[in-house]
């Protein structure tokens, strides 16, 4: 459940608020000479405490109710009750509570009489603008909780979208390296035996970054120039590739894996398509605050 105010500054600005309509009464009813400056001084801190205490109990009327929603009787039935019991309540205990402190003192309390309609409207005014203040607040704060929930989700989805990235790789790459050791066995040890230590050190930096939402250009490089050795050992001189990073590119940040897919269709795509061979160049540099490939 949602707190009328969360945080110490919500706090502040809804005392403040507050305050601020105890001075504006208080101005009103001492310069406009109507009662003395201390009597004006407990006349407007009464009457504003007590209406601010009534309505912490709003919200909690609020927090139940959908101001946007279908109306029901029962919501209306709510409001109105809530709006007469607290004006009731607030308009019984402040002049109750004032009346006892200036018991004696005879044209206040024939003031106090006199401004009764006045402080109803007033109360009624208040009540309205607390309300809708009250709705506003739960609407912002529902925003703000959908925001953070859509971002939440977000990245789940792209977390799961990275995982499943790097499973549909990795499995992909694997059977065929390991269908061509089995092939090198008889025909060439030797570069079967490369083609193992290659896979080994390829598969350990996949399982070692899974975990990982980023790792560095530089090393994820190094990792593709291990795929690229053990193509090479697949393909022979079909495959021939060259690559061209800058210094200031190494340390960039990027996800685990992102950009074996582009290796894997440029080799796919472009060596299975030709018989003579084929060439992949690789550049990366940093142009202005972005990085090109």
Not at 33 to 46: F, G, K, Q, R, T
Not at 116 to 136: E, Q, T
Request: proline residues 2%; charged residues 15%; negative net charge.
């Amino acid at each position: 459940m949602m707190m009328i105010f969360s945080g110490k500054y919500s706090i502040f600005y809804n005392i403040f608020s507050w305050i601020g309509l105890c001075v504006i009464q208080f101005l009103i009813l001492w310069l406009g000479n109507i009662i003395p400056w201390d009597e004006a001084v407990i006349d407007s801190l009464v009457f504003n405490s007590f209406f601010a205490f009534i309505t912490i109990g709003l919200w909690y009327i609020v927090m139940n109710n959908d101001l946007f929603g279908k109306i029901s009787i029962d919501q209306i039935v709510t409001h109105l009750s809530s709006f007469v019991i607290s004006l009731i309540i607030w308009l019984f205990a402040s002049t109750h509570f004032l009346r006892t402190i200036f018991s004696d003192h005879v044209d206040y309390l024939r003031f106090l009489e006199k401004t009764i309609d006045v402080r109803i409207f007033i109360g009624i005014v208040l009540y309205i603008i607390n309300l809708l203040f009250f709705y506003l607040l739960k609407t912002i704060k529902q925003l703000r909780n959908k925001e953070q929930h859509e971002q939440q989700i977000t990245k789940l989805l792209k977390d799961t979208e990275l995982e499943a990235l790097k499973t549909q790789i990795n499995p992909h790459f694997l059977f065929n390296s390991l269908n061509s050791i089995h092939a090198l066995t008889r025909s060439n040890p030797e570069k079967a035996s490369e083609m193992i230590l290659q896979l080994s050190d390829y598969m350990r930096y996949s399982l070692n970054r899974s975990g990982e939402q980023l790792t560095t250009l530089e090393d994820e490089i190094k990792n593709l120039e291990k795929y690229l050795s053990i193509e090479k050992i697949r393909f022979g001189n079909k495959l021939n590739y060259s690559s061209s990073v800058t210094e200031d590119s190494y340390a960039l940040k990027i996800p685990p894996m992102l950009l074996q897919p582009l290796f894997e269709n440029s080799i796919k795509h472009g060596l299975y398509s030709v018989s003579e061979g084929f060439y992949l160049t690789v550049t990366i540099a940093v142009i202005g605050q972005n990085a090109s490939n």
